[in-house]
């Protein structure tokens, strides 16, 4: 785990919130030398606790309904095909613009953040495009009404 001070954090807040702010704009909004904040980030970087600078898309670009899904692979005759099998799901979600993030979740079990345009075009991708696959013990569908926590995150996993 990597140990931050006072400074890092604030430095680190500063650029989550704008990430083009300047050095000079940045040290003065934390009410630092310049040189103390160039010096400071770079050091982030080298420890890569910065790893890139990147955009958060606006919320024209991003999806109207969101839902986690979570799908339940059937346990195979031969238990060593499930391991290949999830990870077959895994790969084709990722391959399609509206699922934001795919991730496994124990055993034989998927999770997906799907965007879309509107809850039923969301429902219908679902029927269409996850409750086919083959051999599928369970698949649920869990629909964001409203962020407590995290909303950017959507603005970022959008792809263009």
Known sequence: MVQLDDLDRAILRVLKEDARLTISEIAERLNRPESTIHFRIK???????????????????????????YIQAETPIIEDFLERYVKHIIKTLSLLPNVLAVARSGKGGVIALIGEESSEKLNRFVDETIRVLPTLKR???????????????VGFLVNV
Not at 49 to 57: G, S
């Open 139 to 153: 698949v649920e569908v869990m629909h964001i009404d409203e962020f407590g926590k995290g909303k950017d995150l």
């Open 43 to 69: 050091k982030l970087q080298e420890r890569n606790v910065i790893d890139k600078y990147t955009i958060v898309l606006g919320e024209d670009l991003q999806p109207r309904a969101l839902a986690v899904v």
